[in-house]
């Protein structure tokens, strides 16, 4: 079975079920003996993301008529996880891809741009990144500097800078964000673009602990022209209705990690011996175990709600928030408890531990730190209260 609990399967459809039996079998295929060559050589392959858009990988949440899977996001979120549990930064790449990079224009492009970017960004002809992040902009999307300035003929034209971008140097096709002007309360306005990746200007991979095989890019925009992804000023509101999707793609690539990592521990405990026994007979090193696997199922289960939700057609920010925090920290944990657990060996870049104890820390960063996640909940459970108690100051 893909997953140990039957518990998530009882949700799916019997295509999706079906779906996962196929992803199963790419996943031993075509990534799981190739992740530590992929992790040496910091490269993942083009022909893999294109045997990726073939098998449906590309296209997993996307509707039937433009040329996806349109499965749930419970299936989405077990074929994320069960390719982490090989290869981090090749889950992370699919999280992005599905989640922002098609879903942002799924949603809100016009009808002329979807025929335009479907089915090719999702059959693996195009790569798609996402570009938000700049040196001074992240969760604080405030800080965004990159602008866009409508020219007289109608097109757009993109100057700016954009750092850690996920598979930006590698992709054909790119959404970016950029500052088009002020609204009436005097706040910047965000629009979202649709550009030529063969028109930014390269500055480097960036060198990451963690993902390596993932190319996390930094890049310049100088005059390039872009189309507008949906109405001018509703970028920003698109990008955090993308990330609470994006969110529970990390939830899912940080349980794969932290079971990956905690399966290779449970073999190094049942054939390692010291003092003249295996080391599962160790009380220590068994209660490690134990932790582990009472986080990653509390993870799995707060990720399952928001999943539930999202087929119900109800919003699920908070709960996205719940689940990415949880599990990236837990996933953060059980990885490091599964490398103490393996020792020296562990230790070791010969062993798929140590890079998934690496890999597994990216997720307590992207997609919203665990900061972002706590002020998320913080300021969400106090209003709530406010609300409830009759302390709520009036709007100014």
């Known amino acids: 079975m893909l997953h140990p609990h039957s518990l998530y399967f009882d949700h799916l459809k019997p295509a999706e079920l079906e779906f996962l039996k196929k992803a199963t079998a790419f996943v031993a295929t075509e990534i799981a003996p190739f992740a530590d060559e992929w992790e040496e050589n910091e490269e993942l392959p083009r022909a893999l993301f294109t045997k990726a858009g073939q098998a449906g990988l590309m296209g997993m949440l996307a509707p039937k008529a433009v040329g996806g899977q349109e499965l749930s996001m419970l299936c989405f979120c077990l074929v994320i996880e069960e390719i982490a549990r090989h290869c981090g930064a090749f889950a992370m790449n699919l999280a992005a891809h599905n989640a922002l990079c098609v879903g942002h224009p799924l949603g809100y492009a016009s009808e002329e741009l979807k025929k335009k970017m479907f089915p090719s960004i999702l059959n693996g002809d195009w790569m798609v990144a996402w570009a938000l992040t700049e040196p001074n902009a992240g969760s604080d999307t405030g800080g965004v500097e990159t602008t866009a300035t409508l020219l007289p003929d109608g097109r757009w034209e993109i100057n700016g800078h954009k750092t850690y971008i996920t598979m930006a140097l590698h992709s054909d096709r790119m959404v970016v964000m950029a500052v088009t002007g002020v609204d009436a309360r005097g706040k910047k306005e965000f629009s979202a673009f649709w550009i030529e990746s063969k028109d930014i200007e390269p500055v480097r991979k960036v060198p990451t602990s963690g993902v390596r095989a993932s190319n996390t890019s930094e890049f310049f925009l100088k005059q390039v022209k872009g189309e507008l992804v949906g109405e001018r000023g509703k970028g920003q509101h698109a990008a ?27 073999q190094r405990l049942l054939t390692r011996k010291q003092f003249g026994k295996r080391l599962a007979e160790f009380q220590a090193l068994q209660f490690k175990l134990a932790d582990c696997e009472v986080e990653l199922r509390a993870a799995e289960a707060l990720l399952l709600q928001p999943c539930v939700m999202h087929a119900r057609g109800q919003k699920f920010t908070m709960e996205a928030s719940y689940a990415k925090l949880y599990a990236s920290e837990a996933s953060s944990r059980a990885c490091n408890r599964a490398l103490q657990v393996c020792g020296g060996w562990g230790y070791t870049r010969d062993t798929a531990v140590e890079r998934m104890w690496r890999d597994a820390r990216l997720t307590e960063i992207g997609e919203g730190s665990s900061e972002i996640q706590r002020l998320i909940i913080s300021r969400a459970v106090l209003r709530e209260a406010e609300e409830k108690y009759g302390l709520a100051e009036p709007k100014k």
Do not use: F, N, T, Y
């Open 240 to 266: 955090l209705a993308c990330l609470d999707s994006g969110r529970l793609g990390i939830a899912a690539m940080a349980i794969g990690l932290g079971r990956g990592a905690v399966e290779l521990a449970k």
